[in-house]
T-cell receptor
Framework: NAGVTQTPKFRVLKTGQSMTLLCAQD?????MYWYRQDPGMGLRLIHY???????AKGEVPDGYNVSRLKKQNFLLGLESAAPSQTSVYFC????????????FGPGTRLTVL | LAKTTQPISMDSYEGQEVNITCSHN???????ITWYQQFPSQGPRFIIQ???TKVTNEVASLFIPADRKSSTLSLPRVSLSDTAVYYC???????????FGSGTKLNVKP
């Protein structure tokens, strides 16, 4: 099993450009999450999904959109990137029942110039 | 989501036992206490989780007093490879969501 994978690993954008980050998991998890981590800080929840076709806002959702068209994939979109969105983005997934452990991907380092 | 308070940093030496205490005064009845480890340029990795009393696995122990307002992660005989940031998280009852604080940066010295 690959676990949680993220594409791309690195990306540089110019202000105003758009992009989509892809998260994929092969553990048949119902729940998926997108976080951002800024230097020296903990992770902050952007959006999450509790099932295919559902999404919900987290702690810092502004400037981001998400979609979960397939159970195994969770996409994070930036419609008009801003320098304040320079960060490392982590995706995670977890089972609906049982131990509420989240499994994390390796992260995507995004720089907005 | 209940917030947590933990030391910003700690130093230790190889072979010592390290205890990191976390305060979570507003923990809810259905919240779990979970600890994650994060190395630079990697995603967080699950260490241990508990609800009450003591939990032990092959990596660490977690001590939770009866009032559940704090918890202590115990790492036995740390090595240089245990140098990382350790996050104490409280939550899980609401779609498995957790609040990540700033974590404790553990520096293990030779």
């Amino acid at each position: 099993n690959a676990g949680v994978t993220q594409t791309p690993k690195f990306r540089v954008l110019k202000t105003g450009q758009s992009m989509t980050l892809l998260c994929a998991q092969d553990m048949n998890h119902e729940y998926m999450y997108w976080y951002r981590q800024d230097p020296g800080m903990g992770l902050r929840l952007i959006h999450y999904s509790v099932g295919e076709g559902t999404t919900a806002k987290g702690e810092v959702p502004d400037g981001y959109n998400v979609s979960r068209l397939k159970k195994q994939n969770f996409l994070l979109g930036l419609e008009s990137a801003a320098p304040s969105q320079t960060s490392v983005y982590f995706c995670a997934s977890s089972y609906r029942s049982g131990s509420p452990e989240q499994f994390f991907g390796p992260g995507t380092r995004l720089t907005v110039l | 989501l209940a917030k947590t308070t933990q030391p910003i940093s700690m130093d230790s030496y190889e072979g010592q036992e390290v205890n990191i205490t976390c305060s979570h005064n507003n923990i809810a009845t259905n919240d779990y206490i979970t600890w994650y480890q994060q190395f630079p340029s990697q995603g967080p990795r699950f260490i241990i989780q508990g609800y009450k009393t003591k939990v032990t696995n092959e990596v660490a122990s977690l001590f939770i007093p009866a009032d559940r307002k704090s918890s202590t992660l115990s790492l036995p005989r740390v090595s240089l490879s245990d140098t990382a940031v350790y996050y104490c998280l409280v939550g899980g009852g609401d779609f498995n969501k957790f609040y990540f604080g700033s974590g404790t940066k553990l520096n293990v010295k030779p």
